[in-house]
């Protein structure tokens, strides 16, 4: 199994930071690595897709970049509904991977 | 509106069975491949299990094989899980959910969960 490493686990960051999380896969999977957000309670919201494409509706302050092994998701402009926890996935092959999390909170 | 809606949820002792169900609407749900991921509350996403379109194909998590059945009723826009021989660590939150659709495995939609709770 490919195993998805995040880190920090947990960053505080304040309104207008830009945030930075790394995601590490134990194997390259080329540009196959998905990142969710979920906030307490509710399911998780895809943002981004094949490491850099945003999904429709999502706004343009997250970013996503990478291959094979190390992706990182950027938020440019931390805003007041961004604080959640994200997740990256693998998309290359199954069993789908999840990454343990990072949890984005108020500074 | 697009949708997904689970349920099933319960407590049941550890040995026994449950039975999710998830309906969808709002898309062609007999078009597109779906999954079941769960997560223990205040711990990360794992997936179990999935299906393709028609029902043919299945995988599994190896923490659920031989236990979980994932099946699908595209008459009825429904998706399944059959839990079977159900342990304490089979607690979470369960989520149907699907496939973007394309090139390789993203989920772009999900319901919002049942909670199974395994214990005597």
């Known amino acids: 199994d490919i195993q998805m490493t995040q880190s920090p686990s947990s960053v505080s960051a304040s309104v207008g930071d830009r945030v930075t999380i790394t995601c590490r896969a134990s194997q390259g999977i080329s540009s196959w690595l998905a990142w969710y957000q979920q906030k307490p309670g509710k399911a998780p919201k895809l943002l981004i897709y094949?490491?850099?494409s945003l999904q429709s509706g999502v706004p343009s302050r997250f970013s996503g970049n990478g291959s094979e092994t190390n992706f990182t998701l950027t938020i440019s402009s931390l805003q007041p509904e961004d604080f959640a926890t994200y997740y990256c996935?693998?998309?290359?092959?199954?069993?789908?991977?999840f990454g343990g999390g990072t949890e984005v909170e108020v500074k | 509106e697009v949708d997904l809606v689970e349920s099933g949820g319960g407590l049941v002792q550890p040995g026994g069975s449950l039975r999710l169900s998830c309906v969808a609407s709002g898309f062609t749900f007999s078009r597109q491949w779906m999954y079941w991921v769960r997560q223990v509350p205040g711990k990360g996403l794992v997936w179990v299990s999935r299906i393709n379109s028609d029902g043919s194909s299945t995988t599994y998590a190896d923490s659920v094989k031989g236990r979980f059945t994932i099946s699908r009723d595209n008459a009825k826009n429904t998706l399944y899980l059959q839990m079977n021989s159900l342990r304490a660590e089979d607690t979470a939150v369960y989520y149907c959910a699907r496939d973007r659709g394309g090139s390789y495995y993203y989920i772009d939609l999900w319901g919002q969960g049942t909670l199974v709770t395994v214990s005597s």
């Open positions: 996935q693998q998309g290359d092959r199954f069993p789908l991977t």
């Open positions: 094949a490491a850099s």
